[in-house]
C-alpha cells in the first residue's frame, strides 16, 4: 500500500506564504495517475483546492487561482503546493491524495470520491 505523507504546514500571517510537500513511499509515477490537494475547514465539507495529471496538466479551484500553485518532482516522488497571498478562510486541513488518471479529467475532481489514497494532512492556519 502506497502512502502519501504532508508536510509543510504552519500558521501563516494574512498576505504570507507558505509551501506543503507530499512524500509518496514509493513511484507513483510509472504509470497514468492524478494526484491532488484538498482541504478542510472546521464545520466545512472537504473541498478541492488543486489537481495536477501525470503529465503536468493542472485544474485550481476559483478560490485558489491565481494564488496557488501545484507542481511534482517525479524523480523524488513529492507533490508541492506553493501557497501565496495566504487568507484567513485558508485555514484548513490539507490533504494530499493520488487517484486514477481519470480522475483529473473529472468536472467531479473537486469532490474527491476518485481518490483512494490519502495523506494524514497538514494544518494551514491564517489568524484573521
Known amino acids: 500500500q502506497v502512502q502519501l505523507v504532508e508536510s509543510g504546514g504552519g500558521s501563516v500571517q494574512s498576505g504570507g506564504s507558505l509551501r506543503l510537500s507530499c512524500a509518496a513511499s514509493r513511484s507513483y509515477y510509472d504509470s497514468s495517475i492524478c494526484m491532488g490537494w484538498f482541504r478542510r475547514a472546521p464545520g466545512k465539507e472537504r473541498e478541492g483546492v488543486a489537481i495536477i495529471s501525470s503529465s503536468g496538466g493542472t485544474a485550481y479551484a476559483d478560490s485558489v487561482k491565481g494564488r496557488f500553485t501545484i507542481s511534482q518532482d517525479n524523480a523524488n516522488n513529492t507533490l508541492y503546493l506553493q501557497m501565496n497571498s495566504l487568507k484567513p478562510e485558508d485555514t484548513a486541513t490539507y490533504y494530499c491524495?493520488?487517484?486514477?488518471?481519470?480522475?483529473?479529467?473529472?468536472?467531479?475532481?473537486?469532490?474527491?470520491?476518485?481518490?483512494?489514497?490519502w495523506g494524514q494532512g497538514t494544518q494551514v492556519t491564517v489568524p484573521s
Open positions: 491524495a493520488a487517484g486514477p488518471w481519470r480522475s483529473c479529467y473529472s468536472g467531479y475532481w473537486p469532490m474527491g470520491a476518485d481518490f483512494g489514497v
